[in-house]
């Protein structure tokens, strides 16, 4: 619940002067369903106000004829380093979350990025990196050996679930897991995961096996364990079974599992070739199969000779392997939150990282007309908040735009916003994002990213000493 101001507070707007004002913006807040012209005062990193009343700050933003809205939270972002989180920033996103892949070591991913960033950040203890920690894999990124191909035995299932405990009571905002990237993990290893999360009942966020029988799987997984499950991109795993499997999902939250999922607005993956999902689908595949695969660093697409070359090397590759129908469902989906599956490795990325949620309100909401503008913003905003905040209690003032809240807000022109980033030049910035808030701070500004400003803080489930 947000924390409301005092009748007396509530009086004295016109006369309190507030540290930074957002004045004339079209304020569009999914929680509350409000949308329509107000100012907005914030005091000490909180929204103190919003009001038709005339107000003063210490430093103003003139919004009329932009849209005023929570931040966005990004629920599935890969990279989380400065360059990644500035690129997210100029994307309006104000929390961005490694969920899936996850880390290892919850305190020092932690402490790491303790000394300040842009925007807010938190992270899952994850099975992968746990995996490949026990099973001493040598890959980078992604297990590339033992992580993948080696049967944990019991003992070895004993120390992941031990690690992914300890994670948990670090403050890891959920588990993470990816099915596709260790297809040795039995059903045993994987339920064993399950039941850890069922314990405090924390969120599964999950890569799951492709299509329905995949899906069958981890919502099996999840029923059995009692475990929340969250399905990450959808459409990326559902390819044409996509509709199929959001009815799939349908179907279990109407009997009371506790279900969700996200989805990205492009047709195209990328991941490391080096991965068991990529080597274990094209090391027999012809040369026309091995040319949904692009080599992103000269833009050729693959054949034999070049997948062996390429896989001896490493680094990410980008799939072609979904379409524009399948995505267009998913995004639209009323179960669906938007999650960029951000990914930038050594300066190669794929142009969600920079261009996810722009590209939705511009070619979904505007141009599409595949769902609206408010139901576009609660599931950048409120859906992911609401998905973390019993295990996440700080979730409980993001994705919101009303008093209490915490001041995480993104401004943007409704009739121009639109990414600009595409797979050969996946660093542009979007247009249309003015202004991006964080912690009531400015991270960008006119529509440039503000430099040297860290206001972003730790997204972490209760731990030891607080």
Do not use: C
């Not at 949904?292 to 680094?315: C, D, H, K, L």
């Amino acid at each position: 619940m947000l924390l409301a101001l005092p009748p007396m507070a509530l009086q004295a707007q016109s006369t309190t002067t507030y540290d930074r004002v957002i004045l004339g913006g079209t304020v569009m807040d999914p929680a509350s369903g409000l949308n329509a012209v107000r100012n907005v005062g914030l005091q000490a990193g909180r929204i103190a106000a919003v009001t038709t009343d005339a107000i003063r700050g210490r430093d103003t933003i003139a919004a009329r004829g932009l849209v005023v809205a929570p931040g966005f939270i990004d629920v599935h972002a890969h990279g989380q380093t400065a360059e990644t989180y500035r690129f997210q920033a100029l994307d309006g996103v104000t929390s961005s979350f490694e969920l899936e892949l996850g880390t290892a070591d919850v305190a020092a991913w932690y402490a790491a990025r303790a000394t300040g960033q842009r925007i807010n950040y938190g992270v899952s203890i994850g099975h992968i990196k746990v995996r490949m920690a026990v099973l001493r894999d040598s890959g980078m990124v992604m297990p590339v050996g033992p992580g993948a191909y080696q049967v944990a035995t019991a003992a070895d299932i004993g120390e992941i679930t031990r690690r992914l405990q300890a994670g948990l009571d670090a403050g890891a905002v959920s588990v993470g897991a990816g099915f596709t990237y260790t297809p040795a993990a039995t059903r045993d290893e994987l339920l064993a995961v399950f039941r850890v999360a069922a314990r405090s009942k924390t969120p599964v966020h999950v890569h799951i096996r492709n299509g329905v029988a995949g899906l069958t799987e981890a919502l099996e997984l999840a029923r059995a364990s009692g475990a929340p499950l969250h399905v990450v991109h959808i459409n990326s795993a559902g390819y044409a079974a996509t509709p199929a499997m959001l009815a799939m999902m349908t179907e279990a939250r109407r009997t009371g599992m506790d279900v969700s999922t996200e989805a990205y607005p492009y047709t195209a993956a990328m991941t490391e070739i080096q991965s068991a999902t990529v080597q274990d689908l094209y090391r027999t595949a012809t040369d026309s199969t091995l040319a949904e695969i692009e080599w992103p660093r000269t833009g050729e697409r693959m054949n034999r000779e070049r997948f062996v070359q390429y896989s001896a090397v490493g680094g990410p590759v980008v799939l072609y392997r979904n379409t524009e129908p399948m995505v267009t469902a998913a995004i639209a989906s009323p179960l669906t939150m938007i999650g960029s599956d951000a990914y930038w490795q050594d300066g190669t990325g794929h142009p969600r990282t920079t261009g996810t949620f722009s590209r939705v309100l511009g070619r979904y909401a505007r141009e599409q007309h595949a769902l609206s503008l408010m139901e576009a913003l609660r599931k950048m905003t409120l859906m992911p908040a609401q998905r973390l905040e019993a295990r996440v209690p700080a979730m409980r003032r993001k994705g919101r735009l009303a008093p209490g809240a915490d001041a995480d807000i993104t401004i943007f022109d409704p009739a121009t916003v639109r990414d600009q980033s595409t797979y050969r030049e996946p660093t542009l910035p979007p247009v249309g994002i003015a202004y991006v808030l964080v912690n009531g701070i400015p991270v960008v500004a006119r529509g440039q990213a503000v430099e040297g400003v860290t206001p972003g803080r730790a997204l972490r489930a209760p731990h030891g000493r607080q």
